[in-house]
């Protein structure tokens, strides 16, 4: 994975990947161009839509926090100082966010190639 950090306005730092960074050529996919997905430990369950994955993190005790930025769906959890943000739009849901979760629910999710 390669990027660009780029600094948005209001102080939120985001990572622009580069996905054509020499590791996909002839049309074919190398292991680092895989498409990635979020993988529900206990399940095995594909997490494939963020209705899906807010019943997971509220079972795992994280709540929907409204009061941050209106373009972000965020999660908190009581018991932590720990925020979860990502896209409204699924369709941005990359990796970044996909290891953010693991990194914050350790040992319930894991991120795969396919």
């Not at 950090?5 to 209001?10: D, L």
């Not at 899906?52 to 100082?81: A, M, T, V």
């Amino acid at each position: 994975m390669s990027g660009v950090w780029v600094f948005k306005n209001n102080g939120v730092m985001q990572l622009v990947e580069n996905l054509s960074d020499g590791h996909c050529d002839n049309g074919r996919r190398s292991a680092s161009c895989k498409k990635k997905v979020l993988v529900y430990l206990p399940t095995g369950q594909v997490v494939s839509s963020y209705t899906c994955l807010e019943q997971i993190l509220r079972g795992l005790g994280w709540e929907r926090y409204y009061g941050g930025d209106n373009d972000l769906f965020q999660f908190h959890k009581h018991s932590s100082i720990d925020l979860i943000s990502l896209p409204k739009d699924y369709a941005k849901f990359n990796s970044v966010y996909m290891y953010d979760i693991v990194v914050k629910n350790p040992n319930v999710f894991h991120v795969r190639g396919i």
